[in-house]
């Protein structure tokens, strides 16, 4: 039997044993949205860290340092430094207001009905394409690594639904994902992101190990020989920034186009963390707002360090194994097929493990990492199914259509019912729309290019003008998320877009299109504010204002941990 | 039932954001926080907690573009070797990681001792006026 299998198999046992194990403990809402509110400082950290850290940093991050040197760690030190906005604005008042979904937040001091609808579809459109670059990532990931399983499933996979075919890994990763979430709710989804955070850690510290092993600890020996690998087009070394951003050779708008690209993907990258409804969730898991702040304090702690060390697996690929080397297929030690930068952290490996320990340990170390990169995605795209169903059914179904259009009061039972049904579909949904667009798509551009660019045109202004705008009210909300999301999905049909062929010369120039979506998300806000005063004056939000003023800044009236509050009632 | 209201809203996990029901009783009830928003005690936490977020936001930001901009700028100074092969581009870098870093501690030790102590006191201030909720 294949090694890697066996691994991916054990990846498996231990997350769905949590998942029973956490069955007893998602019965009702605050377990099953919030995980009774219980989990600590420490443990939430390493969770957010689970939550966040998908493929696109572990593959992606890794990949782009190892086939165009220095500019792939732009996106370490932005997907950090965002976490500054986190802490500093977005943690605890999040917890000390909120509920179950950032939407609860804004419906505090608006018309619950139409924040919460557009709330919903902004953190739909950002789950979805969040969604769908991990679970393509997965599909064409298993393929490669664990082509036996794939083949295995084929045979099951052979009908068409409305002519798209399932794709078996995709299709498998979509399973587990809804197990989780179906049957253990927000307690199994924080304890798969926990173990998966340990994996990639430990996955991550032995490699950078491995590299300096290599090098003998000596660092000025492996910056050498990093400065030694040259870029075929610009001849550039790989320690120097220019090679993935060409800057001084096109023009937009009279400033040079790689320039913006770069400043364009850093506004989307340390605004957009703030408003990833993912990750706004993991707050409300916590007792209160002191465990919310030390939950980022220690997930910064394990994000920083983890993507320092990308700079060390991407270097490595291209030293030790380079560009030319990496790729799905290798024949005698030569590449078969056209070069992958998504496998440089897998290649690395390889080499690593036969280098130290022969062809036995390079096939361990490659199933190791393979199984870390499986647990990797399948912990992300939990939490994004988690949050996908808080939109559809607790802002949505349980809050628009059944208490706003017919009054009527929803049960416990009832509203669990519901989120475990919404998650089935998500999770149908994705596994579906995955299949189809298959793998036409690149991944971490998806991810970077547009669940990061709606999370901070869309989602970033309104939670921020909710806050802290007392003025702030009901039509300016609406139309930020609205406008934020439709101009991001807009700019993005019209510019170069995810795919792995993008069209020459695209009607909107450029690929990052944050840097005017992101203002035009709080012009929205802003400008729909004042007209809307004219239309009618949302006298409510403003008097709401005051509470929500001293309850985030305080967590006056703030609910407990689930256990605390059985005690007080 | 200002307060109960409030702390059903909370406890039960049911829809959040109270929705407006009475209006006399939501003005009873919006006033009491306007109450406390006036206090001696919140307003000194507002204070602090701007003071130090305000210009730690703003310094993050600029320091964090400086980085990208300095790249496309000036290419030729961030390519200069200071260390062996390693330049500036990377050391720059890597310095935004422990900025964040000290920043994030600088602002959970604040808040650990100073906001929280600040927040214990409009806590206690409300607790007499909502019964409970005391977290």
């Known amino acids: 039997m294949n090694l890697t299998l066996v691994l991916f198999l054990i990846v498996v046992a231990i997350t769905l044993g949590i998942t029973g194990w956490a069955a007893r403990r998602a019965r009702t809402t605050v377990q099953f949205w919030a995980a009774g509110r219980s989990i600590k400082g420490w443990q939430n950290g390493l969770a957010i860290a689970g939550d966040y850290m998908s493929a696109a940093s572990f593959l992606g991050i890794a990949g782009l340092i190892a086939f165009n040197g220095y500019d792939g760690f732009m996106y370490s030190v932005g997907w950090l430094v965002a976490y500054l906005l986190v802490l500093f604005v977005i943690a605890e008042p999040m917890r000390n207001t909120g509920n179950f979904t950032m939407a609860d937040v804004l419906a505090y001091r608006m018309r619950p009905a139409p924040v919460r609808s557009a709330a919903a579809v902004a953190t739909i459109a950002i789950s979805a394409s969040y969604m769908m670059a991990q679970m393509v990532g997965a599909g064409s990931l298993i393929k490669i690594l664990i082509p036996g399983l794939d083949a295995a499933l084929k045979p099951f996979f052979a009908w068409s639904l409305f002519g798209v075919k399932l794709d078996p890994s995709i299709t498998m990763v979509g399973l587990l994902m809804m197990i989780y979430v179906i049957v253990g709710g927000m307690v199994a989804t924080t304890w798969v992101q926990i173990v998966k955070a340990v994996m990639l850690m430990t996955g991550a510290v032995i490699l950078t190990l491995m590299v300096l092993i290599f090098f003998s600890f000596n660092l000025g020996a492996f910056f050498d020989s990093v400065a030694g690998v040259k870029d075929k087009a610009t001849g550039l070394p790989f320690t120097d920034p220019g090679i993935l951003y060409q800057y001084g050779k096109t023009r937009v708008w009279g400033a040079d186009k790689a320039l913006l690209e770069n400043v364009s993907l850093g506004m989307a990258l340390i605004l957009g963390t703030a408003g990833l409804p993912h990750i706004l969730m993991r707050f409300f898991t916590v007792p209160d707002g002191k465990a919310a702040r030390n939950s980022v304090g220690w997930a910064m702690g394990l994000i920083g360090t983890f993507y320092i060390m990308t700079t060390f697996l991407g270097f490595g690929a291209a030293v030790l194994v380079g560009k030319a080397n990496i790729c799905a297929k290798v024949v005698n030690g030569k590449c078969a097929s056209a070069p992958n930068n998504n496998l440089s952290v897998p290649r690395l490996a390889d080499f690593l493990g036969n280098h130290f320990f022969g062809t036995i340990g390079g096939e361990f170390l490659l199933a190791f990492i393979a199984a870390v990169a499986f647990a990797t995605i399948l912990a992300v795209v939990a939490g994004l199914t988690l949050a996908a169903s808080g939109a559809f059914s607790h802002d949505f179904y349980v809050n628009v259509i059944r208490t706003h259009l017919f009054h009527g009061k929803v049960s416990e039972r009832e509203q669990v019912l519901v989120a475990r049904i919404t998650a089935a579909l998500v999770g149908v949904l994705a596994i579906f729309l995955a299949s189809a667009t298959g793998a036409s798509t690149n991944a971490a551009a998806l991810v970077a290019g547009l669940a990061f660019v709606v999370a901070s045109s869309a989602a970033l202004p309104v939670i921020l003008f909710t806050l802290f705008w007392k003025r702030f009210n009901t039509w300016g909300a609406v139309a930020g998320l609205l406008g934020g999301t439709i101009a991001t999905i807009v700019c993005y049909i019209l510019g170069p877009g995810f795919s792995v062929n993008p069209p020459k010369n695209p009607i909107f120039p450029l690929a990052n299109v944050g840097i005017v979506t992101i203002p035009f998300g709080f012009i929205c806000a802003i400008v729909f504010t004042y007209l809307g005063e004219l239309v009618s004056v949302d006298r409510l939000a403003e008097q709401k204002f005051h509470e929500i003023d001293v309850r985030a800044n305080t967590g006056l009236g703030a609910e407990g941990s689930a256990t605390a509050m059985a005690g007080g009632e | ?135």
């Open chain 2, 1 to 135: 039932m200002g307060s109960k209201f409030v702390e059903k809203g909370a406890a039960r996990g049911a829809p959040a954001g109270p929705e407006p029901a009475a209006s006399s009783e939501l003005r009873t009830d919006g006033s009491r926080w306007e109450g406390l928003e006036e206090t001696r005690e919140f307003r000194e936490l507002m204070a602090a907690r701007w003071r130090f977020v305000l210009p730690a936001t703003i310094f993050f930001l600029a320091y964090y573009f400086a980085l990208p901009i300095l790249n496309g700028v000036a290419p030729d100074l961030m390519r200069t070797r200071v260390i062996g092969s390693v330049n500036i581009a990377y050391l720059f870098a890597l310095s935004e990681f422990f900025m964040a870093w000290i920043l994030a501690w600088l602002y959970i030790r604040r808040a650990n001792t100073v906001f929280d102590r600040l927040a214990e006191a409009v806590r206690r201030r409300g607790g007499a006026a909502f019964r409970r909720g005391q977290r």
